[in-house]
């Protein structure tokens, strides 16, 4: 026995009201699977930052210098920015109904999360490096 509905969604038609289209699902899918992989690896970098506090600096550099610490610390800053960038992304679909502004924004959205990584990279690598 089915219940009817009133509510008529504008993608799916009357009484579909759960019903995703692709892109929905796979963006839920992605950031779902990316929540899984930040969560080790925030606690990892967390705990491995914590760790180097008030240590002096030659000794931070040469904590950051070996491979794993490092590659952690750009992995956990690459996805989250992906992630966050997703996000964002939705929340530009979503909200900006002005066409123009809304590719503006895209855009912008895009080229800020890739200069924030590069400045972390970027930023690691210096500490990283030896003087």
């Known amino acids: 026995m089915s219940v009817p509905t009133h509510f008529n969604s504008g993608r799916t038609g009357a009484g579909k009201k759960f019903v995703a289209d692709a892109s929905g699902s796979a963006h839920a899918r992605f950031m779902r699977l990316s929540s899984y992989v930040l969560t080790p690896l925030g606690i990892l970098s967390t705990w491995w930052l914590v760790g180097l506090v008030g240590l002096p600096i030659d000794r931070v550099r040469e904590e950051i210098g070996h491979p794993f610490p490092a590659l952690v610390l750009i992995a956990f800053a690459t996805l989250g920015m992906i992630h966050a960038r997703e996000g964002m992304h939705e929340i530009i679909l979503d909200y ?16 800020i999360s890739i200069a924030i990584v590069a400045i972390w990279v970027v930023s690691l690598m210096f500490i990283a490096a030896p003087h």
Do not use: F, R, T, W
């Open 96 to 111: 900006v109904h002005d066409a123009e502004l809304k590719q503006k924004a895209i855009k912008a959205n895009k080229i």
